[in-house]
Structures are given as structure tokens and as C-alpha cells.
């Protein structure tokens, strides 16, 4: 890992990067269904997109609802701050648009990394695509 850069924009500018993490995170490691995976948000979310050099390693969305999903890092890339580096960045961004919280549906095995950010857990356990989920809560400043 060298020279990092961040991105964001929309699904336009950005799908082609997300894509290629999305695909391998979601679709081949957690045998996420394709039908699941792509729906009608990605064309109106804001998309984020961390670079090793030229290579996309990271990735997630901003939902106009105020969720944050599709949080996903290389398993190449793991454990480096790259998941961190990318909630951070949207968490600024939020605060910069004047949104009030941010929520998310957090993988259950994910629940550690998102409280470390600061989110809260809500309500009970539920099977989304067959792994199990948490509702998270953030509320911003
Ligand atoms: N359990 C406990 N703590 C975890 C964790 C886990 N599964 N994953 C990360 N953390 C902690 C790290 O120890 C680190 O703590 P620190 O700040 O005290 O050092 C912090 O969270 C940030 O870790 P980071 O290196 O930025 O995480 P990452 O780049 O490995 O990304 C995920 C974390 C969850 C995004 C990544 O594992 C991933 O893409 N998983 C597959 C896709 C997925 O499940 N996405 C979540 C969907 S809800």
C-alpha cells in the first residue's frame, strides 16, 4: 500500500470502480444474489471510492434517506484503516450537507467496526440475504 486517494461522485462517475469491489466482496466472497446487490439506489446515492495508487480498494454509499451502505474493502486490503478512512470520509460529508443522523444495516460481524465510528445498535437481529443484520444509528452534530 502506497499513495491512498478518495473519491466521490455518483454511480456514473464512479460504478465502474465500485463495481469491481462490489463484485468481489458482496457477490463472490459473501455469495450475495446479483439481483440483491445492484438495485435503484445506486443511481441516486453518492458513492465513495478509495485508490491504492490506481487500483480501487474500498468502497460505500450515501443514501438520500441518510443510510450508509455497501461498505466494502478488499480482502486484499483489509484490516489497514481503509474501512475506517472511507466511514470517516462520509460520516464529514454528512455533516457538511447538514444531515442530521446516518443509519445503517450492519452484518452482524461488522457490528464491532461500526461502533468503533460511534454507531449504536437498535432494535433486534434480523436475516437479510441470509446473513444475519443489526440496524445502527449515528447522530451527527
Ligand atoms: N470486528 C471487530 N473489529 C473490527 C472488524 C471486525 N470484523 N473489522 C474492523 N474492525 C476494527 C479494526 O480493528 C479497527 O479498530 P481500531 O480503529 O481500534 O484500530 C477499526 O475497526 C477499523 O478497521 P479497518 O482496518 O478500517 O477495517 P477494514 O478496512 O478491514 O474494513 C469492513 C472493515 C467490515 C468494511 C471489511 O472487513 C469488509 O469489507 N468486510 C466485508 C464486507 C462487509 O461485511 N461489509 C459490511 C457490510 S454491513
Redesign the pocket.
Known amino acids: 500500500m502506497t499513495q491512498l486517494t478518495i473519491r466521490s461522485g455518483s454511480w456514473d462517475e464512479l460504478q465502474q470502480d465500485a463495481k469491481f469491489i462490489r463484485e468481489q466482496?458482496?457477490i463472490q466472497?459473501?455469495n450475495i444474489p446479483v439481483v440483491d446487490e445492484w438495485d435503484d439506489q445506486d443511481d441516486i446515492s453518492q458513492h465513495f471510492v478509495i485508490y491504492d495508487q490506481a487500483q480501487p480498494v474500498?468502497t460505500g454509499r450515501l443514501l438520500q434517506n441518510n443510510s450508509v451502505?455497501?461498505?466494502?474493502?478488499?480482502?486484499s486490503?483489509?484490516?489497514?484503516?481503509?474501512?475506517?478512512?472511507?466511514?470517516l470520509h462520509m460520516i464529514e460529508q454528512a455533516k457538511k450537507q447538514k444531515r442530521e443522523f446516518l443509519k445503517?444495516?450492519?452484518?452482524v460481524?461488522?457490528?464491532?467496526?461500526?461502533a468503533?465510528?460511534g454507531f449504536i445498535a437498535e432494535g433486534d437481529e434480523y436475516l437479510d440475504c441470509g446473513i444475519a443484520?443489526i440496524d445502527m444509528y449515528l447522530k451527527l452534530d
Open positions: 466482496v458482496f466472497e459473501q474500498a451502505g455497501r461498505v466494502a474493502v478488499l480482502k486490503h483489509r484490516g489497514l484503516g481503509m474501512g475506517k478512512m472511507i466511514m445503517l444495516s450492519s452484518q460481524h461488522a457490528m464491532p467496526f461500526y468503533g465510528l443484520h
